[in-house]
């Protein structure tokens, strides 16, 4: 199975909003609800931000919102802060009861 | 407080088998209330799954690794463990553990082991 498909980064700065997309197939993201983000800082462990496309974590900032279209997922930041800078990682259910992540993406705040 | 902690070798030998085990405290994987799954991150490059194992012994695995892959539980040490076969240099990367927040493999990984990196070197 093929990677979903992240920009490979993408910036602004701080205050603006920036969203990232994740296109997959008919197979997976645009089969089922069940799209999760996850924020990667280096050296850390990934942290969930955004799971089942929209719903947030308990005490996962409402800056991060997530949504879905068809085939592509999106991850869309809000007042963006220093502290979000990092890697940005789409992860789906598939057709073949198996999950797939995104390529991912990284986001600098400028 | 949930907390996952790996444990294994950080260098293998090519051709020979990766062994990584992830003990579980603060939860009992035996509560049959979540999946449990091994990522991986080669260096410079993204988040790979590679499967999921639920207390019962099933298991779920990415296409690729299945023939070299074997996830197993031992629920009466509350962890669970990777083993993957005929390793190669593409297999080195940091390896991680972590929770399905709920008992099936549609859900995403809410609490992750602090990451081992393995080698795969003579």
């Known amino acids: 199975q093929s990677a979903l498909t992240q920009p490979a980064s993408v910036s602004g700065s701080p205050g603006q909003s920036i969203t990232i997309s994740c296109t997959g197939t008919?197979?997976?993201?645009?089969?089922?609800?069940?799209v999760s983000w996850y924020q990667h800082h280096p050296g850390k462990a990934p942290k969930l931000i955004i799971y089942?496309?929209?719903n947030r974590p308990s005490g996962v900032s409402n800056r991060f919102s997530g949504s879905k279209s068809a085939n592509t997922a999106s991850l869309t930041v809000s007042g963006l802060q220093a502290e979000d800078e990092g890697d940005y990682y789409c992860?789906?259910?598939?057709?073949?009861?198996?999950?797939?992540f995104g390529g991912g993406t990284k986001l600098t705040v400028l | 407080q949930l907390q996952l902690q790996q444990s294994g070798p950080g260098l293998v030998k090519p051709s020979e088998t990766l062994s990584l085990t992830c003990t579980v405290s603060?939860?009992?994987?035996?509560?049959?209330?979540?999946?449990w799954g091994w990522i991986r991150q080669p260096p410079g490059k993204g988040l790979e799954w590679i499967g999921t194992?639920?207390?019962?012994?099933?298991?779920y695995y990415d296409p690729s690794l299945e023939s070299r892959v074997t996830i197993s539980v031992d629920t009466s040490k509350n962890q669970f463990s990777l083993n993957l076969s005929s390793v190669i240099a593409a297999d080195t990367a940091v390896y991680y553990c972590?929770?399905?927040?709920?008992?099936?493999?549609?859900?995403?990984?809410?609490?992750w082991g602090q990451g081992t990196l393995v080698t795969v070197s003579s």
């Open positions: 008919t197979s997976d993201i645009g089969g089922y609800d069940y």
């Open positions: 194992i639920y207390y019962s012994g099933t298991t």
């Open positions: 972590a929770r399905q927040m709920c008992s099936s493999n549609t859900c995403p990984f809410d609490f």
């Open positions: 089942n496309v929209s």
């Open positions: 603060g939860d009992s994987i035996s509560s049959g209330s979540y999946y």
């Open positions: 992860l789906s259910f598939t057709r073949s009861y198996t999950l797939i």
